[in-house]
């Protein structure tokens, strides 16, 4: 039976450079960037999926989704 993970995303501003950067605590080296804030939300269920997929496909462990006190979180299915 598939069951479907929540994991909490954050998103940073950084104006000095220009954009936002967007990761998941649960998933350290799982992040991305994007020009504008919504970008970085798009591009960060692109990095969900392929982060997911590669963990899956290697036969690695797929963490369980911490708690964290951020603004949104991104779903995945199929693990």
């Known amino acids: 039976m598939l069951k479907t993970l929540a994991y909490p995303l954050a998103i940073e501003a950084h104006p000095e450079d220009g954009g936002y950067l967007a990761y998941f605590p649960s ?11 919504e970008a970085a939300v798009r591009n960060a269920g692109e990095a969900l999926a392929v982060f997911i997929e590669t963990l ?6 797929i963490p369980d989704p911490t708690a964290f006190d951020g603004p949104a979180a991104l779903t995945t299915g199929g693990t």
């Open 56 to 61: 899956a496909s290697n036969g690695d462990p």
């Open 27 to 37: 998933l350290p080296g799982c992040q991305t960037w994007g020009d504008t804030y």
